[in-house]
């Protein structure tokens, strides 16, 4: 247990920091969309480890970035994508055992779709869902680039992540 621990720490600290890296990578233009460097470490959690550990990552680096970056409203958007998001790639992964890169471009797209259900109940207009073609575009993009980098970087970690796991 206590290696378990220590390696979705790993995990979380890896995802807090490239969250922070990607505070200074500029805007695209379009408002809300990001790479989501730290969905990575996510990702891998979840191949790495198991579905409660991608969770745990997820809350600890949305919590952290958000009391350190963010506001109130940050946070709850990125808890509603993330929430949307991680359920679908365990769904995704435990139950159809998609790859690393189909299971992360599932979970860009609809980590904007849990975001905009958080616009909508706030604004309560369904206009925000105009905006809905951007973002799964721009979600698919950003889950395949996601996906690939957790694909390499599992290649490369994976055996070691066992290791730590099973001595």
Request: one cysteine or more.
């Amino acid at each position: 247990m206590v290696r378990k621990i220590s390696v979705i720490s790993l995990f979380s600290a890896f995802a807090i920091l490239a969250a922070y890296i990607e505070t200074f990578i500029p805007s695209i233009g379009i408002p809300g969309v990001k790479l989501g460097l730290a969905n990575i470490a996510v990702v891998l959690a979840l191949f790495v480890l198991d579905a409660e550990s991608a969770i745990i990552v997820n809350v600890v680096r949305i919590v952290i970035i958000g009391l350190l970056f963010g506001n109130i409203f940050s946070i709850a958007f990125a808890l509603a994508g993330a929430f949307v998001s991680v359920t679908v790639m365990i769904i995704m992964k435990r139950f159809f055992d998609f790859s690393i890169i189909t299971v992360s471009i599932f979970g860009g797209f609809f980590h904007n779709i849990g975001q905009l259900i958080v616009a909508f109940i706030l604004v309560d207009s369904y206009s925000v869902f105009g905006y809905l073609p951007v973002l799964l575009i721009a979600g698919i993009i950003t889950g395949l680039i996601v996906g690939i980098l957790a694909k390499i970087l599992y290649e490369r970690t994976s055996m070691l992540c066992k290791r730590i796991l099973n001595n």
